[in-house]
């Protein structure tokens, strides 16, 4: 049996909270989907955590900065859409999602949680 090694590879930019909507808005785009203004504020609210955190805790962060009550469906569908396109990452293990700091890596990453 052969095993073949992988190519060099590198996951380019990680890219700081400055910039980091930029690159999800981009790579969601790049997918055919739109970046919404409730999509733009559940990544900020997602992205603001640098920890693993569940739906409902986006979803208190999202209804506190729109000054309204956020359905947490809408926020799982969202989180869901962001997992499919690399946006973000789900820890089933904890039942809870964080922000993927290099969306453009076409693979999942391993992390310690």
């Known amino acids: 049996m052969q095993i073949m090694a992988h190519p060099a590879h590198s996951h380019g930019q990680?890219?700081?909270r400055a910039d980091l909507a930029a690159a999800a808005q981009a790579?969601?785009?790049s997918a055919g989907e739109q970046w919404t203004p409730l999509r733009a504020t559940v990544f900020a609210a997602l992205a603001g955590y640098d920890r693993p955190v569940s739906a409902y805790d986006v979803t208190d962060a999202v209804s506190t900065a729109s000054g309204r009550r956020i359905a947490a469906n809408s926020v799982y569908r969202i989180l869901d859409l962001f997992v499919a396109?690399?946006?973000a990452s789900r820890v089933e293990s904890?039942?809870?999602f964080i922000a993927n700091v290099?969306?453009?890596c076409p693979h999942d990453c391993i992390f310690g949680v």
């Open 102 to 104: 290099h969306p453009d």
């Open 94 to 96: 904890a039942n809870a």
């Open 14 to 16: 990680h890219h700081s």
């Open 85 to 87: 396109n690399n946006v």
């Open 27 to 29: 790579r969601l785009k």
